[in-house]
């Protein structure tokens, strides 16, 4: 899956000083509102956090990649969140993370949400793609550059 099919440059935040884990998840669910996936804030941070707590969805190597699979989600949208300074997300390496793609799946997109996550999954173990997105200055700069890497293209 591509990513860059459900991400667009207004849903990647550069540099943003969020403080620990809960404002990264209340932040990613008020922009699931902001841009149409839902329409319940405390509902999509509920499912949010309720996931959490089941595992962190820090998955190591500075990135996290909390999701939201529910009823309560309208349509599926990814965001991405560059933070800065990284911050403790329990990750199962124990790392900070500096990286979070957050996932708005429709509770009836099981398969969608299984390659959501194997995209940025591929996406990440590209070779230069980590530091491209911990370097990159403008949010549409990175988006062309996430598209150029699912393309086959890399402009880097």
Known sequence: MQISAYLSHDRIYLDMPLPDKASVLKFIAESFVRHKAAVDVDAVHDVLEKREKLMST???????????????????????IRLKPGIPFEALDRRPVDVVFGL???AKEITCHLKALAGISALC???????????????RMLWQQIEAVEKGRDES
């Open 125 to 139: 173990k590209n070779p230069g793609m980590l530091n491209t997105i911990r370097s990159v200055v403008s949010p």
């Open 104 to 106: 708005a799946i429709p």
């Open 58 to 80: 820090g998955i190591g190597g500075g990135i996290a990649i909390p999701h939201a699979l529910s009823s309560v989600i309208g349509e599926m949208m990814i965001v991405l």
